[in-house]
């Protein structure tokens, strides 16, 4: 079915109902209906193949729903891309995926032309919400067209979406996800989430994220989707109140920073039904906090973009009824496995672990990828022994609650982003005054973890902290920056003369229970 048929479910029955709403307006689930399938039959009317790979790269904001769905309707293969991201590296994904088409919004018109300079390879590019020199403008290149009344008919193993992620190198894999995949995650969601009444979803994070997953399964309910521009504490409040939110997901970040606000407790949240946390590990007592205050409306999910967002659950009644020590220890899990998507704990020669013992926990089912575009060697990498192998560590306990207590691989995790460190290391390597360096993720009430740098210095040289993040952050991004640098006489070594990045990461870490 793909995405397109869980919108295309709501515009059928519920098309007088709002389904997106900005700082623009909202647009009624018929209004979108017809623009989106606009956009395809104009697609489909410009002699692309099908499954041409079409990108969208926007801040949050309806009409760049109404475009991925669009690009879904012809048949297309949709790319999302982070505005957040460092323009070098959606440079790499719209190379690596092969993106032909490029629909922009006129906020992001001048790195659109970085983009256009460094991949000589697209073809078209859309301005969506206005006209912008050496670009289509969206209504002008739609025209007239007549709708194509029907999407695509995807067959269940065709790809219709290429998520990017990162690899150890931090170069970009792109993950190919198929109609069967969505029909499973959707599938997943649903089986967890019953509702009482229709939804209306808050999207605060990227739509390229996490948040528009549950916008697009919110929308074969007929759900309202309510867009914010991005995270501000204050505004995520009165918005649950004012538009009587009953879903949104966060990671625990941003939940954090929900609980710091002074008007934290002076707001009406009695709409809301699910409030989901998933992306990092939260805290067991800013998760108590969150019950004390928003109600018994947690629900924590687990997954990963080769296994898209729903592989465990943990359900609002597992957050209740905490007196028992052994139901309050649930808090530290990420639930159990969902209903179609079977998870394990693995050895290294391929045995799957009985209860309470450690190894990389493994998923199965028809919610994992097709495999990494362009990729097969990375593909047959994580699928050793039948199991898509997730990097993190775990055990199943007798209960079949899963419990992530570390990471095989290096990357790290900051306020639901990964990170991956040799990246970072690089660019620190370059400047003329570091002779080495690690970098670590240590943890932070905030994000989870914090990108750490520990470097040492060559003989006779000086380093001005605030100069050194800042040009991180030029460079990378605020995400994979640095958020400290740590200057260190000497950095451990291994007996071969490695820096012992394990014995720097483990004095970040020492006395918690968990060190992810």
Request: with cysteine; aromatic share 8%; net charge negative.
């Amino acid at each position: 079915m793909a995405i397109t048929q869980l919108f295309a479910r709501g515009a059928a029955l519920h098309p007088t109902r709002i389904c997106l709403q900005d700082a623009s307006g909202t647009r009624r689930y018929d209004e979108v209906h017809h623009h989106v399938t606009r956009i395809a039959a104009r697609l489909n009317a410009g002699d692309q193949p099908t499954g041409e790979k079409c990108a969208v790269y926007s801040p949050n904001a309806s009409i760049a729903v109404e475009c991925l769905l669009g690009i879904q309707w012809a048949g297309a293969v949709y790319v999302p891309l982070n505005p957040k991201n460092h323009t070098n590296e959606n440079a790499a994904i719209l190379d690596n995926c092969d993106v032909s088409t490029l629909f922009f919004h006129s906020s992001l018109a001048a790195e659109v032309e970085a983009l256009r300079a460094a991949c000589p390879t697209m073809q078209r590019f859309i301005s969506i919400d206005r006209p912008v020199p050496g670009a289509d403008f969206l209504d002008t290149w739609i025209g007239d067209v007549a709708p194509r009344p029907r999407p695509f008919a995807y067959e269940p193993d065709d790809v219709v979406s290429i998520y990017s992620t990162g690899g150890t190198t931090g170069l970009p894999k792109g993950v190919m996800l198929t109609s069967l995949n969505w029909d499973i995650a959707a599938a997943n969601f649903h089986a967890h989430t019953p509702v009482k009444k229709p939804p209306v979803f808050l999207a605060v994070s990227p739509i390229t994220h996490a948040a528009g997953t549950f916008s697009f399964m919110t929308m074969a309910l007929g759900g309202r989707t309510v867009i914010l521009p991005g995270f501000d504490a204050g505004k995520v409040l009165e918005a649950i109140e004012r538009e009587r939110v009953t879903h949104i997901y966060l990671p625990p970040t941003a939940i954090y920073m929900l609980l710091e606000h002074p008007d934290v407790r002076s707001r009406d949240y009695s709409s809301l039904e699910y409030f989901v946390y998933t992306s990092a590990p939260m805290s067991v007592t800013k998760l108590q906090q969150c019950l004390e205050i928003f109600g018994p409306v947690m629900i924590q999910f687990w997954g990963q973009t080769e296994a898209p967002s729903f592989c465990t659950c943990l359900s609002r009644e597992d957050h209740l009824d905490l007196a028992a020590p052994a139901r309050a220890r649930r808090l530290l899990s990420c639930g159990q496995p969902m209903l179609l998507t079977p998870v394990a704990a693995m050895d290294d020669d391929g045995r799957l672990l009985g209860a309470g013992e450690k190894g990389e926990l493994v998923v199965n089912g028809p919610l994992v990828m097709a495999g990494y575009y362009k990729n097969p060697s990375a593909t047959a990498g994580v699928s050793a022994h039948g199991w898509h192998h997730t990097g993190d560590v775990g055990y199943v306990d007798a209960d079949g609650f899963v419990y992530i207590v570390d990471r095989k691989k290096e990357m790290i995790i900051t306020g639901g982003y990964n990170v991956y460190p040799r990246e970072v290391e690089s660019l620190l390597l370059s400047h003329a005054a570091i002779q080495e360096c690690a970098v670590v993720g240590a943890p932070d009430d905030k994000w989870g973890e914090a990108v750490t740098g520990v470097i040492e210095l060559k003989a006779g040289s000086t380093l001005d902290i605030p100069e050194i993040m800042a040009w991180c952050k030029a460079q990378l991004g605020s995400i994979k920056a640095p958020k400290s640098v740590l200057v260190w006489t000497e950095l451990p070594r291994t007996s071969v003369g490695k820096v012992d990045k394990k014995a720097i990461r483990k004095t970040f870490w020492e006395g918690s229970e968990r060190v992810i």
